[in-house]
C-alpha cells in the first residue's frame, strides 16, 4: 500500500518540524513537540531496520543456545531468521522467546563456566553495538 | 486523575494571586513548577512545586523526598527549604511538595575552582551527618558494605521484576554480576544523595546555595555520592585536589573500587526506572512521550552501557 507507513510517518515528522516546532514559544511544548517527532523517527527505523536486525540476531541466538539443557526447549519451534515471508511479528515472537531463554540459561548453574558467560556477555554485547541505529535519534532528543 | 498545574489551582493552594507560573522543561521522574506568589502584604514570595508523576519511574514519591529535604536543611545542608507537602492526590491530581526557590544556577559561572572547592565541603558535612539521629524518615540503615549493597540490589530486582515488560537478560545478568561482586568494606555509613552533578546545584558567586532533587536519598555507601559526582567535579577542579578539601572537611576515605560497583548499579537503577516510566506508558496510566521515549532509547544506551562496563570489570 502507497504511501508506506515510514512514508506517512516522514511526512508527520515533517510536518512537526517545519511548522508546529517554529511556532511554539514555550520550553515544554517545544520539548514534547521534539520527543513526538524523535519518537516518530524511530517508529520509521524500526519498521525498516528491525526486521533485518532480527534476522541477522536470531541465528545466533540459537546457536549460543544449541548446546545448552537449559535453554534447549527455546530451539523446539522452527527458526523463521531465512523466511523472506515470515512477519516482523514472527520475527518478534521468535526473539523475545530466544531471549527468555538466554534468561533462564543466566539463572541456571550452568552459567558459572567461566567460557559459556563469556559466549553471553560477548553475544550481548554485539547485540547492544547493532541497535543503535534503531535508538540513536532518541537518545539524541 | 489528570490535572493541570494552573495559576487558579495555585492560587488556591496558596491562598494568594500567582504570577510567573513556568514548567521546567526535563526531569523524567518529577513534575516541576516556579511560580511567584503574590501577597497582601505586598510580598512576593518564589516558590517550587515539585509533583509525583502518576506511576512515575523513579518509583518514589514527594512525600518521603519533603522528611529528607527538611532534615537536611535543618541540618545546615544547602537544600531548598520545604514548605508544605500534600500527600493526597485529590488535590492536585498527585501528591506534591512545596519549597522556597533558591536563587543562583547551574553553572559554575566563571568560578570552577571555587565551586568544586564547595561541593567537596558540602558533601563532606553531608556524609558526617548521623544518619540515626536525622530523622529523614530512611527505610533502612544498612549496618556494612554487604547490606549497604543487598537493600539497593533486592529492592530494585523487586521493582523491575513487577515492570518488566520484555526479556532483558541484559539486566538478569547485571542483577547477578551486581550480587556476585558487592563491596566488602565501607568506610563509613552514611547518608547520601546519590545524583550529584552540576544540573542538581544552584550556584552564585562560586558558592553553592542548594543541592536540588533529593529523591534518590538515602543511607548507603560514600562511594556512591563520589563516584557519580567525579566527572562532574573533574570539569571544575582536579580530582586529588577535590579531596584533600573533602578529608579536610571529615569526609571518609575514598573507595574507587566501590565507586566503580556503584557505576554499574546505577546504571541498572536507571534502566529500571525506564522499565517503570515505560510501563507507566504502555498501562495508560502516564501517557507523557517522555516516558516511551525515555523508556526505549535511554532503557537501550544504558543497556549497553552495563555489558560493556561488566565486560571491563573482568
Known amino acids: 500500500m502507497r504511501p508506506t507507513n515510514s512514508e506517512l510517518l516522514r511526512g508527520i515528522v515533517h510536518t512537526l518540524n517545519t511548522v508546529i516546532m517554529p511556532d511554539l514559544r514555550s520550553p515544554w511544548p517545544q520539548m514534547v513537540t521534539l520527543m513526538t517527532s524523535r519518537l516518530l523517527e524511530h517508529l520509521i527505523a524500526r519498521e525498516e531496520g528491525l526486521a533485518p536486525t532480527l534476522r541477522a540476531r536470531i541465528p545466533e541466538l540459537r546457536a549460543l543456545l544449541a548446546n545448552v539443557a537449559p535453554a534447549a526447549a527455546a530451539l523446539e519451534a522452527k527458526t523463521h531468521a531465512g523466511d523472506a515471508?515470515?512477519?516482523?511479528?514472527?520475527?518478534?515472537?521468535?526473539?523475545?522467546?530466544?531471549?527468555?531463554?538466554?534468561?533462564?540459561?543466566?539463572?541456571?548453574?550452568?552459567?558459572?563456566?567461566?567460557?559459556?558467560l563469556a559466549r553471553i556477555d560477548a553475544l550481548l554485547a554485539a547485540e547492544a553495538r547493532a541497535e543503535p541505529p534503531l535508538y540513536e535519534r532518541l537518545v539524541k532528543a | 486523575m489528570s490535572v493541570n498545574v494552573t495559576a487558579e489551582r495555585l492560587s488556591e493552594i496558596v491562598k494568594a494571586p500567582v504570577e510567573n507560573l513556568f514548567r521546567i522543561p526535563g526531569g523524567f521522574s518529577k513534575e516541576t513548577f516556579l511560580f511567584d506568589a503574590l501577597h497582601s502584604d505586598g510580598t512576593r514570595e518564589s516558590l517550587v512545586l515539585r509533583r509525583d508523576l502518576p506511576a512515575g519511574p523513579s518509583q518514589t514519591t514527594v512525600v518521603d523526598e519533603f522528611v529528607v529535604l527538611r532534615a537536611v536543611h535543618r541540618a545546615g545542608i544547602p537544600a531548598p527549604e520545604p514548605l508544605?507537602?500534600?500527600?493526597?492526590?485529590?488535590?492536585?491530581?498527585?501528591?506534591?511538595?512545596?519549597?522556597?526557590?533558591?536563587?543562583?544556577?547551574?553553572?559554575?559561572?566563571?568560578?570552577?575552582?571555587e565551586v568544586g572547592l564547595d561541593l567537596a565541603r558540602l558533601l563532606a558535612r553531608l556524609h558526617s551527618l548521623d544518619p540515626a539521629q536525622l530523622d529523614a524518615g530512611f527505610r533502612a540503615i544498612p549496618r556494612d558494605a554487604v547490606e549497604c549493597a543487598d537493600l539497593l540490589v533486592d529492592h530494585w530486582h523487586t521493582i523491575w521484576l513487577a515492570k518488566k515488560l520484555e526479556p532483558a537478560p541484559i539486566l538478569v545478568r547485571a542483577f547477578g554480576w551486581l550480587r556476585a561482586n558487592r563491596p566488602e568494606r565501607v568506610s563509613r555509613i552514611s547518608v547520601v544523595h546519590t545524583d550529584v552533578g552540576m544540573h542538581n546545584l544552584l550556584v552564585q558567586d562560586g558558592r553553592i546555595l542548594a543541592l536540588l532533587d533529593w529523591e534518590f536519598a538515602r543511607v548507603g555507601d560514600p562511594a556512591d555520592d563520589?563516584?557519580?559526582?567525579?566527572?562532574?567535579?573533574?570539569?571544575?577542579?582536579?580530582?586529588?585536589?577535590?579531596?584533600?578539601?573533602?578529608?579536610?572537611?571529615?569526609?571518609?576515605?575514598?573507595?574507587?573500587?566501590?565507586?566503580?560497583?556503584?557505576?554499574?548499579?546505577?546504571?541498572?537503577?536507571?534502566?529500571?526506572?525506564?522499565?517503570?516510566?515505560?510501563?507507566?506508558?504502555?498501562?495508560?496510566?502516564?501517557?507523557?512521550?517522555?516516558?516511551?521515549?525515555?523508556g526505549i532509547g535511554l532503557y537501550r544506551q544504558l543497556c549497553a552501557e552495563i555489558i560493556e562496563r561488566i565486560g571491563r570489570e573482568k
Not at chain 1, 512477519?87 to 526473539?95: F, K, Q, T, Y
Open chain 1, 85 to 116: 515471508d515470515a512477519s516482523l511479528d514472527a520475527l518478534v515472537r521468535e526473539d523475545d522467546a530466544l531471549h527468555v531463554a538466554l534468561e533462564i540459561l543466566l539463572a541456571s548453574e550452568a552459567s558459572r563456566a567461566p567460557a559459556l
Open chain 2, 84 to 113: 508544605r507537602v500534600e500527600p493526597d492526590a485529590s488535590v492536585l491530581g498527585q501528591p506534591f511538595l512545596l519549597m522556597r526557590r533558591v536563587a543562583g544556577s547551574a553553572d559554575a559561572g566563571g568560578k570552577p575552582r
Open chain 2, 226 to 294: 563520589l563516584g557519580y559526582a567525579r566527572p562532574h567535579v573533574e570539569k571544575l577542579i582536579a580530582w586529588p585536589e577535590f579531596l584533600a578539601e573533602y578529608y579536610a572537611h571529615g569526609g571518609p576515605p575514598y573507595q574507587e573500587e566501590n565507586a566503580r560497583w556503584y557505576e554499574i548499579w546505577r546504571s541498572v537503577r536507571n534502566a529500571v526506572c525506564c522499565t517503570a516510566g515505560l510501563a507507566g506508558f504502555v498501562s495508560g496510566e502516564n501517557l507523557q512521550v517522555n516516558q516511551a521515549l525515555v
